[in-house]
């Protein structure tokens, strides 16, 4: 979602503040800016510039350059809108121009906030008796004014008073006119991290390591409710008491998120294509099944737990989705999956022996962090996160872990980052089946044989790209699309639906396939394509008599058949046979052919497919 980058050095910070925007672009945006301190290089007296753009960040570059910003502090931010529309006096960064001071007078608190305010009304009201004037729509101009009003000469003094009237998430950068070396920064509920400089002198803030990639590997993650004053060389942090506290600085080797696109048009088609490596990277090492995968003490921990809870939010819930049918039906246990933003807010039941398992591809999903809190908070404190980057908050905060290696994913479609989800899900199904003496010998040995050929079989499945685009020229022109699936295979139908909507716009739904007589056959016409996940498995024949059904009302078939269902193309039947049938691993294959109808059904209707509209990659807001 939102990114910052700000610090203060004694060379020209702009390039370093527009290169961390590029590299936090994949994370979804709809405006950008950048604030720099004109006097910051020692030059005499100077203030406060910035430029601001809701194209993307190449534009914004142009407007750095034609303006000649340079200055050794600076802030900048990509921001996906969530109060205000997004528009150019919406964007980041804000200043705070003073009491009553005319909408052209020069800034004196320059800002930039991740997050949610959500007391912002109650703020306003009060700042604006007191003679502020509003530029913006947003909850975050709210926090500049309250610094302004708040500061005496101290800018780390008066972001800690503003900062303990805040209700809500936040990360903040800040910076002040009259302190032109000093940039401030705090965090709750939002990441935020501190870039130790490679010199003496210069100290960096991001939302994201891979912003500061190039710039220092030296990264110190800030804990909840942390404050960080960054100085020439030098940086000081209190923790939410606001008590010095000295944080570990960890050598980060973040990667770019700039990557080469090489043959490919868009980064989800990489991604897409990326996948036999990515669980070949996910598995590599494994020769056997242990709890000891996930962490030391998972073996006591797995054998004292007697139920699963899953939280997760979209594609992540998914994944998980799948893994419920895998956990009880290997391990032999309760399993719950739970949607993150509603788990929180509901009365449930807790149980003390109970693993809860958050899954997350970045590990700083808002509404993820926040439910594993409430879990734990229940009693559940048996944790365990499935994620893809082991520096995250959300790695960070469970006792137990398992790091999937999908690489940086830069689309904000996920594709990989699922199917190495789903693979760790299989191996943590596996080890609990292990641990609870429910997997014999022959059964772990077959089960690892089949994981350790899933890199040849996603590369046999994404041969059919062809064909699929053929689907394609077909969906372009539809704006509705059923999915039906039964089984494990259920919530791969709704990952295809989820996929199809993301990127290209057309309305999809998704339905367990035997609920399809219960109401959404209503729906079937010509018009209507239905889409149906078909393997070989104990389900087959209900769902032949699903796809009868739709073939009754007129309705046109696309089915993604393994070779021996007897599911053959027809009038109104469009049938692309799977390489080969996957058993209990077969949704990690099945997904992929829906991956690539979405990917190229967007390519045809145009829409820009690895930043669809008000998405975001990372969603750090509730």
Known sequence: MCGIVGGVSTRNIVPVLVQGLQRLEYRGYDSCGVAIHTGSLGAQGGGL??????????????????????????????????????????????????????????????????????????????????????????????????????????????????????????????????????????????????????????????????????????????????????????????????????????????????????????????????????????????????????????????????????????????????AQYWIEAIAKMPCTVEIASEYRYRESVPDAKTLVVAISQSGETADTLAALRHARSLGMVHTLAICNVATSAMVRECALAYVTRAGVEIGVASTKAFTTQLAALFLLTLALAQTKDRLSEGQESAHLHAMRHLPAALQAVLALEPQLIAWAQDFASKENALFLGRGAHYPIAQEGALKLKEISYIHAEAYAAGELKHGPLALVTSAMPVVTVAPNDALLEKLKSNIHEVRARGGVLYVLADADTQIRSGEGVHVIRMPEHYGVLSPILHVVPLQLLAYHTACARGTDVDKPRNLAKSVTVE
């Open 49 to 322: 510039q910035r430029a601001r753009s809701t194209a993307r960040v190449a534009e914004l570059m142009e407007q750095v350059s034609s303006g000649h910003m340079q200055g050794g502090t600076g802030i900048a931010h990509t921001r996906w809108a969530t109060h205000g529309a997004p528009v150019v006096h919406n964007a980041h960064p804000h200043f705070s121009h003073g009491t009553g001071a005319a909408n052209d007078a020069p800034g004196r608190v320059a800002l930039v906030h991740n997050g949610i305010i959500e007391n912002h009304d109650e703020l306003r009201t009060a700042l604006q008796a007191r003679g502020y004037v509003f530029q913006s729509q947003t909850d975050t101009e709210v926090i500049a004014h309250l610094i302004d009003s708040l500061y005496n000469g101290d800018l780390f003094d008066a972001l800690k008073q503003a900062t303990a009237q805040l209700g809500g998430a936040y990360a903040l950068a800040v910076f002040h006119k009259d302190e032109p070396h000093r940039v401030v920064g705090a965090r709750a509920g939002s990441p935020l991290i501190l870039g130790v400089g490679t010199s003496d002198s210069e100290n960096f803030l991001a939302s994201d390591a891979m912003a500061l990639a190039g710039v220092t590997d030296q990264i110190v993650y800030l804990e909840e409710g942390d404050h960080v004053d960054l100085q020439l060389g030098k940086y000081w942090i209190e923790d939410a008491q606001h008590k010095p506290i000295v944080r570990p600085v960890r050598t980060v080797q973040a990667h770019s998120g700039a990557a080469e696109l090489g043959p490919y048009r868009h980064y989800m088609q990489k991604e897409i294509f990326e996948q036999p490596r990515a669980i070949a990277d996910t598995l590599e090492g494994i020769v056997g099944i242990t709890p000891e995968l996930f962490g030391d003490g998972a073996y006591r921990v797995f054998k004292g737990v007697e139920r699963v809870l899953i939280l997760a939010c979209g594609t992540s819930y998914l994944s998980g989705s799948v």
